[in-house]
């Protein structure tokens, strides 16, 4: 890449920060302005889908614009960027989204430091998860072979569809998931049933991965051999 490794974790803090904070914030706007959950979900969603179109644009060109570990795996898995400099990733998306967290406290004059009881768990939220994971890891790798333009609005778009069309709201994101952990308001989740989530989220990723793997590397070597038989 041509910026160095600091200024990438960097980018990569700075933007996980900003989207939780985006998420909390709004989510805490939302519950103070309705008591209808569907308005108030409806008002955490479309401030969501847009701060990633936002920051994907503006910080991709310098860290790739993971903002999420399970983004950073696959490219990982990938050999896109080497282990140690995606352990490091991680490590800044975690920090800054919780503290992102803490700036949405401050901002609606909440005490900063929380713990949700948010119960988020059982069999369709795990499930959930691993499908809004699947989908957003698919949107990003078959978007950055087609369509590479317009992965920020892809991904805007994939998130804004996904807060409902499944039971979690859609997280799909490890350190989202931490940090919200950290917040008793309305984008909370109990620290307890943080890792199971992790671990849907990180299956769902490995699948969408595995999958779309196959589907372009299938299209690759049909190209390949149509080749081969034109030149023999």
């Known amino acids: 890449m041509a910026?160095?490794?600091?200024?990438?974790?960097?980018?990569?803090?700075?933007?996980?920060?900003?989207?939780?904070?985006?998420v909390v914030g709004s989510g805490i706007m939302a519950d103070r302005l309705s008591d209808d959950v569907a308005v108030s979900l409806l008002g955490n969603t479309a401030p969501?889908?847009?701060i990633l179109v936002v920051l994907i644009s503006i910080l991709g060109p310098i860290?790739?614009?993971?903002f999420n570990p399970a983004v950073t795996m696959v490219f990982a898995a990938k050999r896109e960027i080497e282990a140690p400099a995606a352990a490091l990733y991680v490590l800044a998306q975690v920090v800054g989204g919780i503290a992102g967290t803490l700036i949405a406290h401050a901002m609606f004059d909440l005490p900063l430091f929380q713990i949700s009881e948010t119960v988020?768990?059982?069999?369709?939220?795990?499930i959930a998860e691993a499908v809004a994971t699947f989908g957003l890891v698919l949107t990003i790798l078959a978007g950055l072979r087609f369509r590479g333009d317009a992965i920020p609005w892809l991904v805007g778009l994939y998130i804004t569809a996904a807060y409902w069309f499944t039971a979690s709201?859609?997280?799909a994101n490890p350190a989202v998931a931490v940090s919200r952990a950290f917040s008793n308001t309305f984008a909370g989740i109990r620290p307890t049933d943080v890792p199971a989530f992790i671990v849907a989220e990180?299956?769902?990723?490995?699948i969408a991965t595995a999958v779309v793997g196959w589907m372009l590397a299938d299209k690759n070597t049909s190209a390949s051999l149509a080749s081969v038989k034109e030149i023999e």
């Open 63 to 66: 860290s790739g614009a993971h």
């Open 3 to 22: 910026f160095d490794l600091t200024r990438r974790l960097a980018a990569e803090a700075m933007g996980t920060g900003i989207l939780v904070a985006t």
């Open 48 to 50: 969501t889908g847009a």
């Open 169 to 171: 709201t859609s997280f």
């Open 202 to 206: 990180v299956t769902g990723a490995l």
């Open 120 to 126: 988020r768990t059982g069999t369709g939220q795990w």
